[in-house]
């Protein structure tokens, strides 16, 4: 199983990233997924979740109405699109195999809102 995560950088309050990531090594399209995110002194936080085909996807309130989940089942990639980012949402973000986001993880890319 490999989980790439990009698309991370510094963006000022109310910016926008769109972050993606590259699953090889297991049969994407049959996996929910999931975004966590984990800053410095915090635990890691489920920020979104999707099913396998698309389906069943939630948000932690803490980022409802900002954050965006996708997938495209055909490229074996995830997507997640960070909108009117705030401070708090500094963090590094990560994929994960799993919808609740306790499963294998990528290495991570870091957001800082600044």
């Known amino acids: 199983v490999q989980l790439v995560e990009s698309g991370g950088g510094l963006v000022q309050p109310g910016g926008s990233l769109n972050l993606s990531c590259a699953a090889s090594?297991?049969?994407?399209?049959?996996?929910?997924m999931s975004w966590v995110r984990q800053a410095p002194g915090k635990e890691l936080e489920r920020v979104a979740g999707?099913?396998?085909?698309?389906?069943?996807?939630v948000y932690a309130d803490s980022v409802k109405g900002r954050f965006t989940i996708s997938r495209d089942n055909a490229k074996d990639i995830l997507y997640l699109q960070l909108t009117n980012l705030k401070a708090e949402d500094t963090a590094m973000y990560y994929c994960?195999?799993?919808?609740?986001?306790?499963?294998?993880r990528g290495q991570g890319t870091q957001v800082t809102v600044s």
């Open positions: 994960s195999n799993t919808y609740s986001g306790l499963g294998q």
């Open positions: 090594g297991f049969t994407f399209s049959q996996y929910a």
């Open positions: 999707i099913l396998s085909r698309g389906g069943n996807i």
